[in-house]
């Protein structure tokens, strides 16, 4: 668990209750996991999900949890601030268009044999590393590294 944000004896709130506008006890829940000094992180989340929402979910699990259960709700905030209609969902099915439009380019220039090729014929779309670069580049939260090994797993 990440060690709190305030100083032993400081008033300094976390970006939770300054946001909420309320005192921010010695046990605040929210104080571990949003410092005062990144208030949007939890302005998003509280947008998203509602702070009396947050409290709940992070009450009921255990503390070693908390940290990766504030991780994913950062995520599909921030997600969902972007994308309200379809938020991480979204970006996932983009992702997933644009691998299996470099698979099928891949099958059709011979250097993925096993995948499938419907027609034979290169697809209508040609997506140049220039073009990868710039559907990256408003995504921060996607990571890259990762996209590209599951990209040759065709």
Known sequence: MKESSRKQGAASPCAACKLLRRRCA??????PYFPADEPQKFANVH??????NVNKMLQEL??????????????????????????CVGAISSLQQQIDLLQ?????????????????SPSSKQVSPQDNKSIFSHMDMVDEASLGESMWSC
Do not use: K, T, W
Not at 47 to 52: E, I, N, T, Y
Not at 104 to 120: F, K, N
């Open 26 to 31: 010695q046990d605040c829940v929210f104080s």
């Open 104 to 120: 099928g380019q891949l099958a059709y220039h011979g250097l993925c044999p096993d995948s499938p090729s419907s027609s034979g």
């Open 62 to 87: 255990p503390i070693h949890q908390r940290g990766d259960a504030v991780s994913s709700m950062v995520y599909e905030a921030n997600a969902r601030v972007r994308d309200p209609v379809y938020g």
């Open 47 to 52: 947008r998203v999900f509602g702070a009396s």
